[in-house]
């Protein structure tokens, strides 16, 4: 079961200066991006949001949501990392972004840029034919890049073809014109990037976002880890920590699922 607390990092919420690169006329908001090629998300299990979204851990996610909405509302990209590899960084990004996405009428956005070891391309079905590797070296058009689901209202862009130097592709003009386009069209944009300790692509990223969130898996992240991770964040505030795979104690535990299920299950709402 997922399980995530959140600790923020504290310090100004105000959305900082970010550069802004000439990209040729924005999308108005409202246009359907990759209506013609409508995907489906597989429903795995550590996809609460989608796989069981009456559960504590979709609430979680939920909580974590409003949280980042009502206290961080200018940050409206946000990059996410993790100190190393396995923290779960991708199933949080991806568990985020369809709770932004939840009754946003499309104006949710997530991509994958961890181009060294994609993951959302391999959840779609069918494979998207492209991504964000070819929509950065203009193999493709952002309308064929995007991919719409036909069971979320989340719109998503995979990796796409592997690339020879991605902390090159990510740094470079053309994708910063497409982050600087993309905003103009969506009002949330969750990025996951590969973990920071391990390569410089999350914080080559950064530049073009309004924050990070890091994200710790409990028994697992090195407090050593941690710490380094975060001061290699440079390029962007930290918004705050995500501790994933948090277990309470049995007696808490228990005691919340079943209040949790008992008000789902008392039919007159009080």
Known sequence: MVRITFRSAG????????????SGAPLPKGEAL??????????????????SPRSESAEVFRRLKNLL????????????????????????????????????????????????????GRRLDPPPGCGLSDLVS??????????????????VLAAGAPVSDPLGMLSSQA?????????????????????????????????????????????HTLKVEYTQALSMISSAPLIGTVLNDARPNLADRQRFRSRYHEYYDDGDGA
């Open 175 to 219: 994708a910063r014109d497409l982050v600087s386009q993309l905003r103009a069209r969506f009002q949330r944009i969750v990025i996951d990037t590969p973990p920071i300790l391990l390569f410089t692509d999350a914080d080559g990223v950064g530049a073009v976002g309004d924050g990070f969130l890091m994200v710790t898996r409990a028994r």
């Open 11 to 22: 310090g100004p919420k105000r959305r900082r200066s970010v550069p802004s690169w000439s």
């Open 69 to 120: 909405v009502n206290e961080y509302e200018s940050m409206r990209v946000i990059v996410v990392t993790s100190a190393g590899p396995d923290d779960g960084k991708s199933v949080v990004a991806a568990n985020l972004a369809l709770a932004f996405a939840t009754g946003d009428k499309g104006e949710t956005l997530l991509i994958d840029a961890d181009l060294r070891r994609p993951t959302l």
């Open 34 to 51: 990759g209506s013609s090629h409508a995907r489906r998300m597989a429903e795995a299990a550590d996809l609460v949001m989608l796989h």
């Open 138 to 155: 203009g193999r493709c058009t952002l309308d064929e890049a995007v991919v719409v689901l036909d069971n979320a209202p989340l719109r």
